[in-house]
């Protein structure tokens, strides 16, 4: 990575980053499962999520592929925290400031993987599964799609998961 990591962080718009070694994070059945309730209703419906990105075990050994995970978040500020509108407003933001970090990292990376918060957003109807993905530079896999646990990320990383009363963060990592 770039000397001036700070500042590819800043224009990116990340709130916090922290770098941990890909094969001190867990990647668990457990999280999959969750994927697999469907909560977020976007199981089997994109190639940013399970089942297209693969099994646990493929996500693993392809994460753990890189050397250095970075984790990064952006916080969001709410009315309140029943601020349903305001949730899903910083989850479309969070997706540009990955965006955003992607296009930053490009000029220094020719090897890495990006994820994001849950599904993808590019396009307003996915080709998944029938057809393959319109801009595959541009997907970025769930974080939580790949098995992890992103609270215990945030603590591994040295970064806060909650921060603060009215206010939702999402996480992402890059893999370098």
């Keep these: 990575m770039p000397e001036n990591l700070q500042e590819i962080m800043d224009r990116a718009g990340v709130y916090r980053f922290g770098i941990v070694d ?3 994070v867990d990647f668990s059945e457990t999280v999959r499962g969750y994927c697999e309730e469907n909560l977020c209703r976007q199981y089997g419906k994109t190639w940013a999520c399970p089942p297209a990105v693969g099994t646990v075990s493929e996500c ?3 994460a753990q592929s890189y050397g250095n995970m970075l984790v990064f978040s952006g916080k969001f ?5 029943l601020d349903f509108e305001g949730m899903g407003a910083a989850m479309v933001e969070f997706k540009n400031i990955s965006q955003r970090l992607d296009d930053e990292v490009k000029p220094y990376l020719s090897d890495y993987l990006l994820l994001s918060n849950e599904g993808c957003g590019k396009c307003e109807s996915c080709t998944y599964p029938d057809n393959p993905c319109r801009f595959p530079e541009k997907l970025h896999g769930s974080i939580e799609g790949y098995g992890i646990f992103v609270n215990e990320l945030a603590a591994k990383a040295g970064m806060g998961y909650n921060n603060g009363e009215n206010t939702v963060t999402f996480f992402g990592a890059l893999l370098y």
């Design 22 to 24: 890909p094969k001190d």
């Design 77 to 81: 500020d709410l009315e309140d925290s």
């Design 60 to 62: 693993r050994e392809r």
